[in-house]
């Protein structure tokens, strides 16, 4: 990858927690805000890429998006078309949530209308207050297993993913937090959403920018022309990164977008 011209520019990504909004502060600040505004202004598409469910995105005063990928782009639209509907196929569900019993770990089921879950433990419920969602017991978590799921949120540890999926080859673990972790479709990712992000739209890669911070982000970031860590990212997103920025809590892309004249 190399950096572009940001004359070229014409569509941006952005991951959230730990990227738009610092993990500390839990809100855009003003400044963060007022970047997105000029970046609208100058006729940049605004693209939210997140691991977060459509209905737990956050909605920022004087700021519409133009498009979402949402449980790491498997599930992409704007506001008028789906763009992208891509669930784990179901026996791999199936056979995950047989994975996670074997750890003693509760699964939570992600779907475009429910998330529920078979059972809560302290690592999925902080995860899910990370985005201010709390955990839904299914009534019938067996019913929901068999509906389309986007994505399985699951508490856990690096050592497990390889079991977590195993025998499903239709799924692939992501994770951007070292307590739990994000199950997807194993032909997704946010790499693949923003291609497809890009066809709607008829951009080239050349023309896109991305901010992540979390491994669920690489993808992302080596999908486009020009891929900034965040300051607070991992150093392996930082690596794959073409440039690293400053921090969230440092306005890192408020500066990058300023001192590059996108705003």
């Not at 990504?13 to 400044?31: A, E, P, V």
């Not at 669930?87 to 047989?98: A, E, F, Y």
Request: proline share 3%; glycine share 8%; hydrophobic share 40%.
């Amino acid at each position: 990858m190399n950096l572009q011209n940001e004359k070229a520019i014409k569509i941006a990504f952005f991951d959230i927690d730990g990227t738009l909004i610092d993990m500390n502060r839990k809100n855009i600040s003003d400044q963060m805000l007022d970047c997105l505004i000029r970046l609208k202004e100058n006729d940049i598409i605004l693209c939210i890429a997140t691991g977060r469910p459509p209905a737990s995105v956050p909605h920022f005063p004087g700021i519409e998006f133009d498009a979402f990928l949402t449980f790491n782009a498997s599930y992409c639209f704007t506001k008028d078309n789906i763009i992208l509907s891509n669930p784990i196929p179901s026996s791999d569900v199936q056979q995950i949530i047989t994975n996670a019993k074997t750890i003693g770990r509760p699964v939570a089921l992600a779907g475009t209308r429910q998330i529920g879950a078979n059972g809560i433990d302290d690592d999925l419920t902080e995860y899910f207050a990370i985005s201010k969602q709390t955990i839904d017991i299914a009534d019938d978590f067996e019913a929901l297993a068999q509906d389309e799921i986007y994505q399985i949120m699951v508490g856990c540890r690096a050592a497990d993913h390889d079991l977590l999926v195993k025998n499903a080859p239709g799924a692939k673990v992501t994770a951007w937090w070292d307590r739990a972790a994000d199950i997807i479709p194993s032909n997704g990712g946010k790499g693949m959403g923003v291609g497809k992000i890009l066809s709607y739209y008829g951009l080239t890669r050349d023309q896109a920018i991305a901010f992540g911070d979390g491994s669920n982000d690489i993808e992302m970031l080596e999908a486009v022309g020009t891929g900034v860590a965040m300051g607070n990212a991992t150093e392996n997103v930082k690596q794959a990164a073409d440039v690293v920025c400053g921090s969230a809590a440092e306005e890192g892309i408020y500066h990058y977008c300023l001192d590059h004249h996108l705003i």
